[in-house]
């Protein structure tokens, strides 16, 4: 039996998920398998160009349900980027800007350590002053920031904040429109406190992404690739997606997937896979 259309509107293809198609590839794949939205990357929208990528989405009807990513906050020379990130989401009318905050100043993703601050309260510090900086600039051109708690196991090199708790908190202060946060999966399954955090995130209005894959065991040696299609983990999405429906979210559901097997598929194929286990796991629950 096919996969009806209705049961796909909320599904988003994350480009990541098929890393070997460009954009205008991935825009044609999601076209194809009746998608409607697609989460975007920036360095593969600097390769298709701007311009030519609002035109593709635009001429294909898709919504573009994040553009990934903002931040690295923690490091001194954040702002520059960071606007042109925003102004990037605007011209493409993401639905938010996805910030990846950083982790500990000059530890850098991938590279020995060198020189290095084990200051961790400092660095979260900086990231509220940076977010001081940035929220303003991002109100003014009506995007929304979305701030991404990741794994802890992540804490050093790509993000200080690693609960939903804490996202929510950084958030505060801000309009819900301007600086909401990132529900994915993979990152906030092991909290005990993730399904009080996500009623609070829908409380506050704040939920401005849901992003679903699995979580393997055992992660293999690079644990950045550690993310599995959905079923093929440990993760329980019926209840995290129970939860986040419970809390109001009806927005797009983003399935983003780093992993070296999927990558070397072929990528219709994984798009297929996609749909079944979504209608399966997640549309259902």
Known sequence: MGLGRLSLKRLSLNQWTTRRW???EAVDGCVRHGLEAIGLWRQEVAAQGLDETVALVGN????VSSLCRGGFLTSPDFEADNRLAVDEAAALGAACLVMVVGG???VVPGEPLGEISRDLPAARARVAEALAVLAPYAAERGVRLALEPLHPVYCADRAVLSTLGQALDLAAPYAPETVGVVIDTFHVWWDPQVFEQI???GAEGRIASYQVCDFLSPLPADVLLGRGM???GVIDFGSLTGAVTAAGYAGDVEVEIFNADVWAADPDDVVST???RYVSLIEGA
């Open 104 to 106: 500990l100043p000059g």
């Open 60 to 63: 294909a009807g898709l919504r």
């Open 199 to 201: 009623a609070r995130a």
């Open 230 to 232: 959905m079923g093929d």
């Open 22 to 24: 460009t954009v205008a």
């Open 274 to 276: 996609m749909k079944a």
